[in-house]
């Protein structure tokens, strides 16, 4: 693995916003677009680009590897329970990205790609490939020194009016190679509501089950529905992992836009509902220091300087106080405490333990721009915790600093691009830059293509269903009665020479 001087050199190349910021979409009411497609299924619909976001559904499943870290972590835990502890927040961390992410990714083209190369500096690398377009399917497979991630996703999506329900089909899989441990889950369903009147907000509903087939350890981790935005269970989500016998081992519970955590199950069972009563008092009082948002005004900036904090030589493991969760635009690499900082918090009789992250997770620290706290039950660890988004983020779709790099050009010396790669879609890149007007047309262009295409195969009496180039489809290795997609593996051989130019 790359040394940490390394891996920042890196992550400074990368960019850490877009050309442009995101248009208005105040002109347009989604209503008037959408009207005539009530309970029709969404994905033969297309939507004005100002409701896209310029990226393509392959780069948001991307997305899922964010926290790729925490399967390092996972394989590195000599206790099954742990590793399935890390695997869950792992599976919880790769929907995080969604809080505010009110756009519509673009629809993938049939055989189009996206790779994630990230081998050198964060430990993966990740392929994904548009498989079947009706039904759209995208299917992916990512690896790293101890693991291999794979799975595909059909987002059915239903418009109902005032809202929108994501019912996505699929499986993914995770294998701890080193460990020969085989975790499976389904994606967790999502509706995203007030889409005519009101906030739109989105809200990630149902069960995940994280199955580990090899030890027959699984937790059932609940998302609660919440009935708005401000809803006090909005986010929350909790689950006891169980054995065969379904004895609770441990319970996990946290915020899927925040962090998870685990402690033990009697404690949760004893002591949640006192706990609960206070975390949605907090949630009541809890203000960002600096806006985040909501486009109401931000209250007063207050600023703290690196001088204000201690370090800590270890990141605190068992946090039986609430966390102080710092967004700042830099920050010095690895976490850092300062007691000082209990004054300026709104409860000022807690003892509060201060962690410092910034988006990147490395960095020297400047200023802090957002404060909030988390309640944690006592004798907790945290699992996973959110990454700030960067301050702008707000103005560019609400992207995490990982997204904002995912559509990004530079190949740095890296081997070319296949043909196929969604980086080279002209509709997303105008987007990106800015030009609506000319994304709209060039993506008309592309759907337009593609129609004609099949068109003239199915004349030359040619199957217009060409097969996918990096995966076929077959039974599931580890779970009965189920399909999944297998990627060939080569892709990484770089031989693009039966790659179509599909743009
Ligand atoms: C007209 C506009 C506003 C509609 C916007 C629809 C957007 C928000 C929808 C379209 C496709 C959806 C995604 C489809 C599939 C999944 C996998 C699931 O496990 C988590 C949610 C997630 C990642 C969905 C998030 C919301 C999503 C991106």
Known sequence: MASDERLRAIEETMRSQLPTTAASREQISLWSVLKQSVGKDLSRLTVPVVFNEPLSFLQRLGEYMEYSDLLRLADEQDDAVKRLEYVTAFAVSTLASNRDRL?????????????????????????????????????????????RFYGSIYPKLKFWGRSIDCQPKGILTLELTKRNEVYTWMPINCSIHNLVMGKMYIDLHGTLEVICHSNDLSVKVHFKSSSSWLGKEANHIEGYIVDKSKKKLRALYGDWSEFLASCGAETFEANFAAWDKERKEHKEKKQPVVGTGGGHSPPPARRFSTTDMLSSPEPPEDIGMPLVHCKSTKVSSGKKRCDKLDRALASPRRSTCLMLTS???????????????????????VLWRVRP??????????????????????????APLPPTDSRLRPDVRLMEDGNIDGAATEKHRLEEKQRDTRTTL???????????????????????DQDTWHFNGCYWNRDWSNSEYIF
Request: glycine share 6%.
């Open 389 to 414: 988004r960067p301050p702008i983020s707000e103005q560019f779709y609400h992207f995490t600093l990982f997204a904002m790099a995912l559509n990004e050009m530079n190949t740095n010396g890296r």
């Open 359 to 381: 988006p990147t997770g490395s960095g020297t620290c400047s200023k802090i721009t957002h404060l909030s706290v988390l309640p944690l039950l006592t004798g907790s660890t």
């Open 103 to 147: 756009s519509k990714p673009f629809n993938p083209l049939l055989h189009e790609t996206y790779e994630l190369d990230r081998l050198e500096d964060l430990g993966f690398r990740f392929v994904c490939e548009q498989v079947s377009h009706h039904p759209p399917i995208s299917a992916f497979h990512a690896d790293g020194p101890a693991f």
């Open 458 to 480: 199915k004349k030359v009496k040619q199957d217009p269903h060409k097969a996918p180039s990096w995966f076929t489809q077959g039974p599931h290795p580890f779970v009965k």
